[in-house]
């Protein structure tokens, strides 16, 4: 059986380590993406600088950063759904 590709639709600051993410089947929710700094790296530090981590877009429906680091929007996802933190589209956020 094929699944569907993951792609992320829209994003946006959240606050602190947090963005909104809206997936392409209208999923969504908010998620704390600090477990990214217990990791180490060069293309990790100069997000822990608020305003470059707020600078995220997307290309081709994964999370990336000015400075070439992106993220597999099935491994969000998948973070998202074991912490409880996506909604079914149609579903308004509290």
Do not use: Y
Not at 3 to 21: N, T, Y
Not at 40 to 58: I, K
Not at 68 to 92: F, H, K, Q, Y
């Amino acid at each position: 059986m094929m699944s569907e590709l993951i792609k992320i639709r829209a994003v946006k600051p959240a606050g602190g380590k947090r963005l909104a993410i809206t997936f392409a089947d209208g999923a969504h929710g908010v998620h704390d993406f600090s477990w990214l700094f217990d990791l180490s790296g060069p293309m990790l530090e100069p997000l822990r600088d608020q305003a470059m981590f707020e600078r995220v877009f997307l290309e081709t429906g994964a999370l990336t950063w000015p400075n070439g680091l992106d993220l597999s929007p099935w491994n969000i996802r998948t973070r998202m759904e074991e912490a409880g933190e996506l909604m079914p589209a149609g579903v308004a956020a509290e």
